[in-house]
């Protein structure tokens, strides 16, 4: 951090999903930016408090103490007067439920400010319209609460960049077994929301075989839950599947390793680009100009079709085709190989 004296302490309501956390530090960026180096707070679940280190503009990590959906409204009411003595000057509430504004509003935070949600007056005092013609882009909506006035046109906003530790790349190397003797092409075949936003797995495994053909290695990454998806696809020498083996800040400094990642529109796509990866990104059900990855180093595949984008979980018409007509080859001609 500068040795500037701050002039604001700003305690910033973060989001439940690792690529909309990922996104708010365009936001946090922005914040260094315009405000004279504000130190910045984040409130956020647990597990992501490995990812806020890695950002340079977050001061502290501060972890709500209640699961994803619950009210907690005890927990809420302890964290936020814990939080009065930091005195803070302003709170910025990016989720638009009633219970993210809770917190700010026990700490006594003067200004508390977010768009209008659901009944939270009082609670927010400094309420933004939210005008999604102009604002289509959720990380635009991030950026624009850390403006001051109305805004009429998007904002420029920041790329994320995520510090990679290079000690912990090392272990976890050796830990999985890893080497970096091939090029490395990573491989994110899982999407939290739904199959709508999976292009078929046998695809991927289709791809990363070819891959290893041409020379490349695959490291294959997701959650405990996607392990199976990395199984499919891990079928031959070549083909690392990593899914459940390694934790979120793991895949980050993996990432970097990586000449290209092959991904969903998911939470580690945005992890990618923030880790500096050049991003293939595959969108079914959902518009890449809604939730871009964040990076000029990433072409997005989108079929553009009638029925598309219908942000459904499953295709509604059974055919699933905006992900289905993307052929392995495809991807293949935009690597080069």
């Known amino acids: 951090m500068s040795d500037t004296s701050p002039s604001e302490r700003i305690l910033v309501i973060g989001p439940a999903w690792v690529g909309d956390m990922v996104m708010a530090q365009s936001l946090f960026m922005t ?22 280190a890695r950002m340079s503009e977050v001061h ?55 768009y209008r949600g ?57 830990k999985l077994g890893l080497t970096t003797d091939k090029p490395i092409i990573a491989m994110m075949p899982g999407a939290e929301y739904g199959p709508a936003k999976r292009w078929p797995t046998a695809y991927y495994a289709e791809l990363a075989r070819r891959l290893v ?10 959650s405990h839950k996607e392990a199976s998806l990395g199984e499919a696809i891990a079928g031959v020498p070549g083909i690392e599947n990593l899914c459940g083996k390694t934790e979120l800040v793991d895949v980050v400094d993996l990432l970097a390793l990586c000449e290209h990642a092959v991904t969903n529109d998911s939470g580690l796509m945005h992890v990618a680009a923030a880790s500096g990866a050049r991003i293939i990104a595959i969108y079914g059900s959902s ?36 992900l289905n007509e993307i052929k392995p080859e495809r991807i293949l001609d935009y690597m080069e190989l």
């Open 287 to 322: 518009d890449p100009n809604y939730t871009p990855p964040l990076t000029d180093k990433a072409q997005i595949i989108y079929q553009n079709l009638d029925c598309s984008p219908c942000f459904e979980r499953e295709c509604p018409l059974g055919h699933t085709n905006c």
């Open 31 to 52: 914040l260094k930016q315009q405000r004279g180096n504000p130190i910045i707070d984040v409130v956020a679940p647990g597990w992501s408090l490995p990812l806020l």
């Open 118 to 174: 659901e009944m939270r007056y009082g609670l927010i005092n400094d309420i933004r319209p939210l005008d999604k013609d102009v604002l289509y882009r959720t990380v635009e909506r991030f950026v624009a609460l850390g403006l001051d006035g109305e805004v009429n046109t998007a904002p420029p906003i920041p790329q994320p960049h995520l510090a990679v530790d290079s000690h912990n790349q090392q272990i976890c190397l050796e």
């Open 213 to 222: 053909e041409h020379g490349k290695q695959v490291w294959v990454f997701g």
């Open 60 to 114: 502290e990590g501060i972890p709500l103490p209640v699961q994803h959906g619950e009210l907690g409204l005890g927990k809420r009411r302890a964290l936020g007067h814990a939080l009065r003595r930091q005195r803070y000057d302003q709170a910025i509430v990016l989720p638009r439920s009633y219970k993210a504004a809770l917190v700010p509003w026990f700490a006594r935070i003067p200004r508390r400010t977010g």
